[in-house]
């Protein structure tokens, strides 16, 4: 996009691009980032235990991509980590054995082993990379995202531009951050809750499902059982509503992510303070881009309709 392509020409942008964070998916960096990729440093976490150093990737699709084969945790030094029957799901939490046994997807969590590894910490790293400041913050840790987020300490963490956590509305693991945890925390800070995905699994052990069903219906399992709220998707945008956040750089790199997550109400208040701040005509072409962005969702107004439709007729007969 040209309007892109105008923002990251931008002196500041330039001198200081976004510093994205990624910790506990770094093989599938996240689609949101590929639009500003180019422009971006971004810092990917990859547990491995073979590699104990950092590599800084050429030819990725980033300014900079510094991958880290290893563990991130709120503190630096020897970790227990739990490798679990599915990957997604190691730890450095031990699995709750006991509160999963009810839901279908337990036999994810079984540990097949557990190894020691050093850890690093997010203060650790940015020292390391000269780096003081993060733009895009992401985690999914399997119950460690709070604890990673407040290591930033409180003035860094209160700069974010974005803030997306994966944290458990049920038990997973022991001791881990939970969704009302993270809720509570980020009352305290200029964010807004911009994006909530409740995700979940059915309530029923696999054994008893097994009793009545076969190989077949389990692999459709989420088509015959509704599923029960487990787990949640947060996505938080900063408010802007601190000087210190009402930077050029900052306004500017804000309305590009408030896009991205497609908030284009929000987005368009950024555009209409960056102008009245600095006068800066690029505000007005992003004002215009919000404008368009909101007149094109006129679009959706047929699907909308007809979406209406299906679920009261689903109500009615279902």
Same mark, same amino acid.
């Given at each position: ?140 840790? +399997?119950?460690?995202?709070? #604890?990673?987020?407040?290591? =930033? &300490?409180?003035?860094? *963490? $209160? ?5 997306? %956590? ?76 601190? +000087?210190?956040?009402?930077? #050029?750089?900052?306004?500017? =790199? &804000?309305?590009?992510? *408030? $896009? ?5 109400? %929000? ?52």
């Amino acid at each position: 996009m040209e309007i892109i392509q105008r923002v990251f020409s931008s002196p500041e942008l330039l001198e200081q691009p976004p510093v994205l964070v990624d910790i506990g998916a770094a093989r599938h960096l996240p689609p949101d980032w590929r639009l500003i990729a180019p422009y971006s440093i971004g810092i990917a976490f990859d547990p491995d235990e073979r590699e104990m150093d950092y590599i800084e990737e050429a030819g990725s699709a980033y300014r900079k991509l510094y991958v880290f084969k290893r563990l991130v945790a709120a503190r630096p030094g020897k970790k227990k980590f739990y490798l679990t029957r599915s990957p997604a799901c190691s730890s450095l939490l031990p699995p709750d054995t006991h509160k999963l046994k009810d839901w279908f997807f337990s036999d994810l969590f079984t540990v097949d082993r557990v190894v020691e590894l050093e850890a690093l910490d997010l203060p650790g790293v940015f020292k390391e990379l000269s780096l003081n400041y993060l733009d895009w913050f992401k985690s999914d840790s +399997q119950g460690a995202d709070l #604890r990673l987020f407040q290591s =930033l &300490g409180k003035k860094m *963490a $209160s700069q974010v531009l974005v803030a997306e %956590f994966e944290p458990g509305i049920l038990d997973a693991y022991q001791g881990e951050d939970k969704m009302h945890g993270v809720m509570a925390f980020m009352e305290d800070l200029p964010f807004w809750l911009a994006d909530l995905a409740v995700k979940g699994t059915p309530r029923l052990a696999k054994t008893t499902f097994a009793k009545e069903f076969g190989r077949f219906d389990e692999k459709i399992v989420n088509v015959l059982l509704k599923p029960s709220a487990f787990w949640g998707e947060m996505s938080y945008l900063n408010t802007f509503n601190h +000087q210190e956040m009402q930077s #050029r750089r900052r306004l500017l =790199l &804000g309305w590009v992510c *408030a $896009s991205i997550k497609k908030h284009y109400g %929000f987005a368009l208040e950024l555009a209409y303070t960056g102008k009245s701040l600095y006068g800066d005509p690029l505000f007005d072409a992003l004002r215009e881009e919000s404008v368009r962005s909101i007149k094109r969702n006129r679009l959706k107004l047929p699907f909308y309709l007809l979406a209406k439709l299906y679920n009261r007729l689903v109500e009615k007969y279902f």
